[in-house]
Nanobody, 124 residues
Framework: QVQLVESGGGLVQDGDSLRLSCAASGRTFSTSAMGWFRQAPGKEREFVAAITASGLSTNYADSVKGRFTISRDNAKKMVNLQMNGLKPEDTAAYYC?????????????????WGQGTQVTVSS
């Protein structure tokens, strides 16, 4: 079993930066691909970024490419999402997810464990 706890959300202005963190428990973190997803009110959950278990490969949604960076520290069982150049359209609840396989995907259905989410609000 893996438990995930997100932190770092908040209210920021257009163009600001935020760093989200996800702390994981359990013994399988180093073999689990990790992902960040987000959900805005009235919209479906969407992929943001993902990273393989080794940390050597990442992928991003086109809407955040060049602005967001996902990283992980397997020793600390942490995965982070550095968000720069935030825009009002980035406003959403952000969720950390873990997959019981080492290779990441952009499909939420492939992830087995989810955190409770942290709210990011970007004002214009």
């Amino acid at each position: 079993q893996v438990q995930l706890v997100e932190s770092g959300g908040g209210l920021v202005q257009d163009g600001d930066s935020l760093r989200l963190s996800c702390a994981a428990s359990g013994r399988t973190f180093s073999t689990s691909a990790m992902g960040w997803f987000r959900q805005a009110p009235g919209k479906e959950r969407e992929f943001v970024a993902a990273i393989t278990a080794s940390g050597l490969s990442t992928n991003y949604a086109d809407s955040v490419k060049g602005r967001f960076t996902i990283s992980r520290d397997n020793a600390k069982k942490m995965v982070n999402l550095q968000m720069n150049g935030l825009k009002p359209e980035d406003t959403a609840a952000y969720y950390c997810a873990a997959r019981r396989r080492p290779f990441s995907t952009s499909d939420a259905a492939d992830y087995d464990y989810w955190g409770q989410g942290t709210q990011v609000t970007v004002s214009s």
